[in-house]
C-alpha cells in the first residue's frame, strides 16, 4: 500500500497535509482498496465547524458505505467539487485529485498529534508491527 511520508494519518484511514495553516484531507489508498470502486460522495458543508474524530462526509462503494471523519477540529474551508460526479478520483488518486475537503485547524497541536507515516504503515493488516 502506498502511503507517503509527507502526510498525517488517523486510525480510521484518513490522511491530511498541512499546506499554509489549512489541513486537506481524504482517505488512504489502503481504505480506497477496501472499498473497491467508489460509487458516491457526500460532501460536508464549507463553514461548517466541526471537531476532531466528527463525521464530515460518507463514501460509498458497492460494497459498503464509510464514514470520512475529521482528523482535527476546525472550519471546512473548501471540498472537492469534482467528486459527486467523479467518485472514481479517490480510486485512482487518493492522495492528490481524490482528496475530499480542506479544513482549517483550530490549533496546530492537533495536527501534529495525528499518527506518523511509519506508525501508520505499522497499523495495516499485513505489517510486520
Known amino acids: 500500500m502506498n502511503v507517503p511520508s509527507d502526510l498525517r494519518y488517523t486510525r ?25 470502486d467508489l460509487t458516491y460522495v457526500e460532501l460536508p458543508k464549507v463553514g461548517d465547524e ?14 459498503a458505505a464509510s464514514d470520512i471523519y475529521a482528523p482535527c477540529g476546525g472550519v471546512i474551508t473548501e471540498v472537492n467539487a469534482a467528486l459527486p460526479d ?3 478520483l479517490i480510486n485512482r488518486d487518493p492522495y492528490g485529485e481524490g482528496w475530499i475537503f ?5 490549533s496546530a497541536d492537533e495536527f501534529d498529534a495525528l499518527i ?8 495495516l493488516p499485513g505489517s510486520e508491527g
Not at 466541526?50 to 460494497?63: F, L, Q, T
Not at 506518523?116 to 497499523?123: A, F
Open 12 to 36: 480510521t484511514h484518513e490522511w491530511a497535509r498541512l499546506d499554509g495553516g489549512v489541513l486537506t484531507v481524504g482517505i488512504t489508498d489502503f481504505a480506497q482498496h477496501q472499498l473497491s
Open 50 to 63: 466541526v471537531g476532531a474524530g466528527d463525521e464530515v462526509a460518507v463514501v460509498e462503494s458497492v460494497k
Open 86 to 88: 467523479r467518485p472514481d
Open 102 to 106: 480542506k479544513v482549517r485547524p483550530a
Open 116 to 123: 506518523e507515516p511509519d506508525e501508520y504503515e505499522e497499523l
